[in-house]
């Protein structure tokens, strides 16, 4: 076996014995099926890259297919959201389908079973049905109507489409075998009544096909050749199977279902209902939140595509579930960031520091680096004043020898401007320092190539110029739950694990140079993390969210716990 059969998944490796048994190449489709019921996830991104890379690897067509089969929860909202996200992770369909387009060649196949005797009109209540359908270790009993006439069957079954009943009073069931060890094979339910609207065809159905006898039919409909789900559909793989021996042709490409693990996501949760309820119960402020693992709320947090791709790259494809570490995550956006965020200036917890010796008004515009992991960035200018603002926490009275940054008596490098030495400071009432004088070596200018700005110093901090500052909101976002499994509890709800500093929102002052940043823009507040620009901000009001701190300060909480 050479490095490249080496480092192929377990997918690819089925698809590789595929083709090598003879399996055309050009005959490869995958497809990604989501229900656009709710957002897309961080879960629905490593299906996302699967199916898309598997495309882009075998140059095989990927399809978009909507599996909206039930108008009860599903939203054009939805639809629109999952085609931006895809697309905003760079992946491009081949065509977009819904298995709404098919609910005419469902019905039909429905009728063909009906008058193969292998389907049967139900009129047994569902507390009924979940009683005769037995359990895991006893087998089930035939329906009492389960042995109704083809011509019954079919006149109920044309009743129901035309909406001669009410909703619970009869369903279509597959007649498949009641005491089969795989209860999802005890005569599974194909139709149900539903007098909804639907978000694409409106009030032309009173009947809407069931997930199971919908998702092998839409694959074969689309000719699929590989259809991929997670491992909670391994039991149903069997009727998958059954539905499609009873449609296929053999001239035509018969789909395979295969199974992976889902990546589950530690100090989350993934569930749509979940989320939904984060949603409606205001804990979060919409499905695009930053505090929320969707796709949408990762990007509104400043994440960015290629993070998100590498990440799925590096947790893989497996057979097993496993908690993967947000941290994971987390490190993969600040590589990522580390490479292309510019670098700039912001302090967030104020403290006013006043250079006794600088000229009063006077003003420099400085050299300063946008990203030293970057050549081609380029440099900006950022002014510098007799009064700046630093960070409270950079700053103390007396400190040990360990604490390198600014005390009293001691000597620290403002970032690309001088070095300065805390002469004295101020306090009120209650004793807290309000303020600090210092002095500055007036030779000591970073870059001039002075024999003072060459002089070592153990600190370096930035800072702003109070007179140049733009005030902004930032928004510090941390996750939203304290435990790293919080829906894994039987005696306490997910809700019991609510972060209540997930969010904290501030007033930061910021270089100058941020005045025409967009939504959208990335960023590196130096020494404090990664920010972006909020799609609440304004031409008169900046909104920033942290995306990530610059470490993850997270490692010590749960080492400790």
Same mark, same amino acid.
């Given at each position: 076996?050479?490095?490249?059969?080496?480092?192929?998944?377990?997918?690819?490796?089925?698809?590789?014995?595929?083709?090598?048994?003879?399996?055309?190449?050009?005959?490869?489709?995958?497809?990604?099926?989501?229900?656009?019921?709710?957002?897309?996830?961080?879960?629905?991104?490593?299906?996302?890259?699967?199916?898309?890379?598997?495309?882009?690897?075998?140059?095989?067509?990927?399809?978009?297919?909507?599996?909206?089969?039930?108008?009860?929860?599903?939203?054009?909202?939805?639809?629109?959201?999952?085609?931006?996200?895809?697309?905003?992770?760079?992946?491009?369909?081949?065509?977009?389908?819904?298995?709404?387009?098919?609910?005419?060649?469902?019905?039909?196949?429905?009728?063909?079973?009906?008058?193969?005797?292998?389907?049967?009109?139900?009129?047994?209540?569902?507390?009924?049905?979940?009683?005769?359908?037995?359990?895991?270790?006893?087998?089930?009993?035939?329906?009492?109507?389960?042995?109704?006439?083809?011509?019954?069957?079919?006149?109920?079954?044309?009743?129901?489409?035309?909406?001669?009943?009410?909703?619970?009073?009869?369903?279509?069931?597959?007649?498949?075998?009641?005491?089969?060890?795989?209860?999802?094979?005890?005569?599974?339910?194909?139709?149900?009544?539903?007098?909804?609207?639907?978000?694409?065809?409106?009030?032309?159905?009173?009947?809407?096909?069931?997930?199971?006898?919908?998702?092998?039919?839409?694959?074969?409909?689309?000719?699929?050749?590989?259809?991929?789900?997670?491992?909670?559909?391994?039991?149903?793989?069997?009727?998958?199977?059954?539905?499609?021996?009873?449609?296929?042709?053999?001239?035509?490409?018969?789909p395979k279902q295969r199974e992976f693990a889902r990546r589950n996501l530690s100090h989350t949760v993934v569930s749509k209902r979940k989320l939904l309820q984060?949603?409606?119960?205001?804990?979060?402020?919409?499905?695009?939140?930053?505090?929320?693992?969707?796709?949408?709320?990762?990007?509104?947090?400043?994440?960015?595509?290629?993070?998100?791709?590498?990440?799925?790259?590096?947790?893989?494809?497996?057979?097993?579930?496993?908690?993967?570490?947000?941290?994971?995550?987390?490190?993969?956006?600040?590589?990522?960031?580390?490479?292309?965020?510019?670098?700039?200036?912001?302090?967030?917890?104020?403290?006013?520091?006043?250079?006794?010796?600088?000229?009063?008004?006077?003003?420099?515009?400085?050299?300063?680096?946008?990203?030293?992991?970057?050549?081609?960035?380029?440099?900006?200018?950022?002014?510098?004043?007799?009064?700046?603002?630093?960070?409270?926490?950079?700053?103390?009275?007396?400190?040990?020898?360990?604490?390198?940054?600014?005390?009293?008596?001691?000597?620290?490098?403002?970032?690309?401007?001088?070095?300065?030495?805390?002469?004295?400071?101020?306090?009120?009432?209650?004793?807290?320092?309000?303020?600090?004088?210092? #002095?500055?070596?007036? =030779?000591?200018?970073?870059?001039?190539?002075?024999?003072? *700005? &060459?002089? !070592? @110093?153990? +600190?370096t901090l930035h800072w702003v110029s109070i007179q140049n500052a733009l005030e902004a909101e930032v928004r510090l976002y941390d996750r939203l739950f304290t435990h790293e499994s919080p829906? #894994?509890?039987?005696? =306490?709800?997910?809700?019991?694990?609510?972060?209540?500093? *997930? &969010?904290? !929102? @501030?007033? +930061?002052?910021?270089?100058?140079?941020?005045?025409?940043?967009?939504?959208?823009?990335?960023?590196?507040?130096?020494?404090?993390?990664?920010?972006?620009?909020?799609?609440?901000?304004?031409?008169? =009001?900046?909104?920033?969210?942290?995306?990530?701190?610059?470490?993850?300060?997270?490692?010590?909480?749960?080492?400790?716990?």
């Open positions: 076996m050479d490095e490249t059969t080496k480092s192929l998944n377990f997918i690819e490796h089925i698809i590789e014995e595929d083709l090598g048994k003879g399996f055309p190449n050009e005959a490869l489709r995958f497809r990604f099926p989501p229900e656009p019921n709710g957002y897309l996830h961080i879960g629905h991104a490593s299906s996302i890259c699967l199916n898309f890379g598997l495309g882009l690897r075998y140059n095989a067509p990927v399809n978009l297919r909507f599996d909206d089969t039930n108008p009860t929860k599903e939203e054009q909202e939805y639809v629109d959201a999952i085609k931006r996200d895809v697309e905003w992770l760079g992946y491009s369909w081949d065509t977009e389908r819904y298995a709404s387009d098919y609910f005419q060649q469902l019905y039909d196949w429905a009728v063909q079973l009906i008058k193969e005797g292998k389907a049967y009109v139900d009129s047994q209540s569902s507390e009924e049905m979940a009683i005769q359908k037995g359990t895991p270790t006893e087998p089930g009993i035939n329906s009492p109507y389960r042995n109704r006439s083809v011509e019954e069957n079919l006149e109920l079954f044309e009743g129901m489409k035309r909406g001669d009943f009410e909703e619970g009073t009869h369903v279509l069931r597959a007649k498949i075998d009641m005491g089969s060890s795989n209860m999802l094979m005890r005569d599974p339910i194909m139709y149900r009544i539903l007098h909804k609207a639907h978000h694409r065809t409106n009030t032309d159905w009173c009947i809407y096909p069931m997930y199971d006898w919908t998702h092998g039919e839409s694959d074969y409909v689309e000719q699929v050749s590989h259809s991929l789900c997670t491992l909670e559909f391994l039991p149903h793989r069997e009727l998958y199977d059954w539905f499609l021996d009873q449609v296929v042709d053999s001239k035509n490409i018969r984060l949603v409606e119960k205001g804990i979060v402020d919409g499905w695009d939140d930053p505090r929320m693992p969707t796709i949408s709320g990762l990007r509104r947090r400043g994440y960015t595509p290629e993070s998100i791709r590498n990440f799925a790259e590096t947790i893989g494809i497996a057979k097993r579930d496993n908690l993967v570490d947000v941290s994971l995550l987390e490190f993969h956006v600040r590589e990522h960031l580390n490479k292309i965020a510019p670098r700039v200036m912001a302090v967030l917890d104020p403290l006013k520091v006043v250079i006794t010796n600088y000229p009063e008004g006077n003003e420099e515009w400085l050299d300063a680096e946008n990203n030293p992991e970057d050549e081609s960035a380029g440099n900006r200018k950022v002014p510098f004043s007799k009064e700046i603002y630093i960070e409270k926490a950079d700053f103390r009275e007396e400190a040990n020898r360990k604490f390198f940054r600014l005390k009293l008596g001691s000597e620290v490098r403002l970032k690309n401007a001088y070095i300065i030495k805390a002469e004295s400071c101020t306090k009120d009432a209650e004793g807290n320092i309000t303020e600090v004088q210092c #002095t500055y070596d007036t =030779k000591s200018k970073s870059g001039s190539g002075t024999e003072e *700005s &060459l002089r !070592k @110093v153990k +600190g829906d #894994t509890h039987k005696d =306490k709800d997910f809700m019991d694990f609510i972060n209540p500093d *997930s &969010l904290q !929102k @501030v007033t +930061g002052y910021l270089e100058p140079s941020l005045k025409n940043a967009t939504t959208g823009d990335r960023f590196q507040f130096q020494r404090l993390g990664y920010f972006n620009v909020d799609s609440d901000s304004t031409p008169e =009001k900046l909104v920033f969210n942290r995306t990530v701190p610059l470490r993850d300060t997270w490692a010590k909480i749960d080492q400790g716990k």
